[in-house]
Structures are given as C-alpha cells and as structure tokens.
C-alpha cells in the first residue's frame, strides 16, 4: 500500500458523459501528478499540481482539468467523454517535485467509456 | 520535448540475467528512474541514477551514462515473480516525471 488512495477503482459512463476521478496523496506529500494509462499503452504524464498550484502540464486534453485543493487532495474531472477515453488513470504523489525521481502510485480508477 | 525509447518485450528464462535498455532525449536531465508494473498494478519505483555509474538494489541493479543518453536497469537470478512491465522515467525541473512505453518481462520456467 503506497498511502495514495484513489476512488472510484472502477467507472463505467457512457460517451458524452462527465466524470470526476478522486485523488489522495500520501501523508505529507505536496506534489500530484495524473497519468493515464491505455491498454498496452505506457504513462501519459497528464499533469501536476504542487501545494495547489499547477506545476506541469502534459498531454491533458481540453476536455481534461484537474485541481488541487487546500486539504491537498486532487480532483481530475474528465467531459465530454469519448470511447477513447477508456483507460486506467492513476495519480500519484511526491514530497516535493518528485526527490530522486520517487513518487508513489495509487491502484488507479479504471474507467470505462461504452 | 521529452522522448524515451526502451524494447516493447524481453524474455528470458528463471535463474538467468536479463538487461532492459532506455535511451532519453530531454531539455533538462534530472536523473534515470526505474519503476515495475504488474499486470493493471500500480506502478512501483525500483531504481534511481542521478550520476554515471552502476547502482546496486539486491536483484535489481541500474546504469546510467548522461554523456550517452542512455541507462539499463539489470536484473539477475530471475524469478518468476519478476515477469512485469518496467518503465524507465526521466525527470526534468519541476519533478515532472516522463515514463517510457515500457518492456513487457516474459520470465519462462
């Protein structure tokens, strides 16, 4: 258990549809990164907020935000939904910008798009 | 931009050595990171080279040469349990944190 909890695990929606995955880092962690993860695919790097702010910005579609709240824990909401946007999405978590390229993954939230 | 390139598959058989290569092209190098995947698991960090040079973690070993771009992650006595996808990751200012395709690990009896 590497203290990132994540919810839901799993998600089914139909296209079109809004959902909202929901990140909680470890204990004292101030980084969080979203990735997203398609079958047989590597880590997208999505983005990545520290302390609230938004520190890194990767391949996240306009359909994508996401935000870090004061209490530290991140939201990364998904519109519009597309067949495509089926895949496993994980967050994870750092103490400060990743020390020794070292952060913590949660199980993921899988989502499905039928 | 950010670009790693590893081997898609590897196979080897229990009790041998295997070796994954990566090779980064990156603005800004802060280090080569390992991290192993079981099958719809969370990604797990295994290795990390800031400097050239070999870094030992009992099984698992990792190199890096800044001057070629270039790392391995080495992994000895191959058990079974080893069968795994790795990433190999590169970091850049900020802590963003780029993976590679990652090699999926066949390890045969």
């Known amino acids: 258990d590497s203290g990132v909890t994540q919810t839901p695990k799993h998600l089914i929606t139909a296209t079109g549809q809004r959902v909202t995955l929901r990140c909680s880092p470890r204990s004292g962690d101030l980084s969080v990164y979203w990735y997203q993860q398609s079958l047989d695919q590597g880590l997208q790097f999505l983005i990545q907020?520290?302390?609230?702010?938004?520190?890194a910005k990767g391949n996240i579609l306009e359909r994508f935000s996401a935000q870090q709240f004061p209490d530290l824990h991140s939201e990364l909401n998904l519109s519009s939904l597309e067949l495509g946007d089926s895949a496993l999405y994980f967050c994870?978590?750092?103490?400060?910008?990743?020390?020794?390229?070292?952060?913590?993954f949660g199980e993921g939230s899988w989502l499905t798009v039928v | 931009g950010q670009s790693l390139e590893q081997p898609s598959e590897v196979t080897a058989v229990e009790g041998a050595i295997v070796q994954i290569n990566c090779t980064y092209q990156?603005?800004?190098?802060?280090?080569l990171s390992w991290y192993q995947q079981h099958d719809g698991g969370a990604p797990t960090f295994l290795s990390y080279n800031a400097l050239d040079g070999l870094e030992e973690t009992g099984r698992f070993s990792s190199f890096l040469s800044r001057s070629d771009s270039y790392g391995y992650l080495l992994l000895q006595e191959l058990q079974m349990k080893d069968s795994a996808s790795y990433f190999c990751a590169v970091g850049s200012q900020g802590g963003k944190l780029i993976f590679g395709q990652g090699t999926e690990l066949s390890v045969k009896p």
């Open positions: 907020y520290y302390n609230g702010e938004e520190r």
């Open positions: 994870a978590s750092s103490v400060e910008g990743g020390q020794r390229n070292t952060i913590y």
């Open positions: 990156t603005s800004g190098f802060y280090g």
